[in-house]
């Protein structure tokens, strides 16, 4: 009796060639025929997964998405534990939303993909809009907690601010991507200097803290990307 695929793993196959594609050839060289084929499968059985090529794109852009959230949500464990300033555990996460690297580089063309498709697909247009609305949510979380730990004035307008963090590292991000010169070698530098703006004070979050206090203070320095502690 033949053995039962992994649907999963079927999907994660099938996604993995969608985003190689479009990492290479861009999101017009995209289609069912050619997914098939770069993922060593037969057409029906990508159709049997996704019913088109936007239900492709989209499940990629869900795995692009999960897969920044996880690297985002280590770093955070990280800096908790390094007790750094939510300043830099911010900064490094904006940093990750940089196509600097290969792998970033691709994941940020099936986001540019999505976004462009989003143009004339209004389910597309909801999945692009809440994700810039996370974002954006993320980020005033994050000065909200800086606000609580001194490192950013409590006047600052925290909605006004996380839109000005938000459009920077999208700037950045296209910059890079088009390969504006110089760009790629100073992005890590302007974030800082925009998050530096931002987060004015001193971290008092360590001061004097007991280690019992340490081990909760990573819900209180969750910044974006990053999934609540339980």
Same mark, same amino acid.
């Given at each position: 009796?033949?053995? =039962?695929?992994? *649907?999963?793993?079927?999907?994660?196959?099938?996604?993995?060639?969608?985003?190689?594609?479009? @990492?290479?050839?861009? #999101?017009?060289?995209?289609?069912?025929?050619? =997914?098939?084929?770069? @993922?060593?499968?037969?057409?029906?059985?990508?159709? *049997?997964?996704?019913?088109?090529?936007?239900?492709?794109?989209?499940?990629?852009?869900?795995?692009?998405?999960? !897969?920044?959230? !996880?690297?985002?949500? %280590?770093?955070?464990?990280?800096?908790?534990? &390094?007790?750094?300033?939510?300043?830099?555990?911010? +900064?490094?996460?904006?940093?990750?939303?940089?196509?600097?690297?290969?792998? $970033?580089?691709?994941? &940020?063309?099936?986001?540019? %993909? #999505?976004?462009? /498709?989003?143009?004339?697909?209004?389910?597309?247009?909801?999945?692009?809009? $809440?994700?810039?609305?996370?974002? *954006?949510?993320?980020?005033?979380?994050?000065?909200?907690?800086?606000?609580? +730990?001194?490192?950013?004035?409590?006047?600052?307008?925290?909605?006004?601010?996380?839109?000005?963090?938000?459009?920077?590292?999208?700037?950045?991000? =296209?910059?890079? &991507? /088009?390969?504006?010169?110089?760009?790629?070698?100073?992005?890590? @530098?302007?974030?800082?200097?925009?998050?530096?703006?931002?987060?004015?004070?001193?971290?008092?979050?360590?001061?004097?803290?007991?280690?019992?206090? $340490?081990?909760?203070?990573?819900?209180?320095?969750?910044?974006?990307?990053?999934?609540?502690?339980?």
């Amino acid at each position: 009796m033949p053995r =039962t695929a992994d *649907h999963a793993q079927r999907r994660a196959q099938i996604s993995r060639a969608v985003r190689e594609i479009i @990492a290479d050839d861009g #999101l017009d060289a995209l289609t069912v025929a050619r =997914t098939a084929a770069r @993922a060593g499968i037969s057409v029906g059985l990508v159709q *049997h997964y996704f019913r088109s090529k936007d239900d492709m794109l989209l499940h990629a852009y869900e795995e692009v998405s999960s !897969a920044l959230a !996880a690297r985002v949500s %280590a770093l955070t464990e990280e800096g908790v534990r &390094h007790e750094r300033s939510i300043a830099r555990i911010v +900064c490094a996460a904006l940093v990750e939303y940089l196509p600097l690297d290969p792998n $970033r580089r691709a994941e &940020h063309r099936v986001t540019r %993909a #999505l976004a462009a /498709r989003a143009l004339d697909n209004p389910r597309l247009a909801e999945v692009d809009a $809440r994700a810039a609305e996370d974002l *954006h949510a993320q980020l005033a979380r994050a000065i909200g907690n800086g606000v609580e +730990c001194g490192e950013v004035d409590a006047d600052l307008d925290r909605d006004t601010a996380a839109a000005r963090l938000a459009a920077v590292v999208e700037g950045l991000a =296209t910059q890079v &991507h /088009r390969g504006v010169p110089g760009v790629a070698d100073r992005a890590r @530098a302007v974030a800082r200097t925009e998050v530096d703006a931002v987060f004015t004070g001193r971290c008092r979050q360590y001061d004097g803290a007991a280690s019992g206090d $340490r081990g909760r203070s990573s819900d209180r320095l969750r910044p974006p990307g990053s999934a609540p502690t339980t």
